[in-house]
């Protein structure tokens, strides 16, 4: 099974209301194969949000709002259970958003909510990555696509 960001598989579970389809990956969901999961709405906000970028803060990393808040722990807790859902279907793959700060992996935005971009981890990609998952998104994931389950 794998696990991919809800919104790759048509769901309007964006910040703005919107989806990122990608008609492949919501195939995958329609097969069985892949399990749609969305950590911010996972975490307990409502869609839709408020933008929230990674920003460093006396050298940690938060999540905060275009409003100023901090978001932090709703995006921790669905990290979480994203975890927890990957552990319990045995996930060793999953697809997600590029650059979000709960799905990108390897880049995200930068905190100026300027669409720039930085290296680093969203929350739930750097949880998945550090207990086994590997982490592919909608621009690299076709090298698994014959994967049978
Ligand atoms: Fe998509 Fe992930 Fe953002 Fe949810 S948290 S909208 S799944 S990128």
Known sequence: MIIVSACLAGCKCRYDGKSNEVAEIKKLVLENKAIALCPEELGGLPTPRIPCEQVKINNE???????????TREFT????????????????????????????????????????????????????????????NEENFHSILNLKN
């Open 61 to 71: 990393f938060k999540v905060i709002g275009q409003d100023k808040n901090d978001y």
């Open 77 to 136: 807790k669905g990290a979480k259970i994203v975890v927890n859902v990957a552990k319990a279907l045995n996930c060793k793959i999953a697809i997600l958003k590029a650059n979000s700060p709960s799905c990108g992996y390897g880049q995200i935005y930068d905190g100026s909510f300027t669409g720039k971009h930085t290296k680093g981890n969203g929350i739930t990609s750097y949880l998945l990555a550090k207990n086994g998952v590997q982490i592919l």
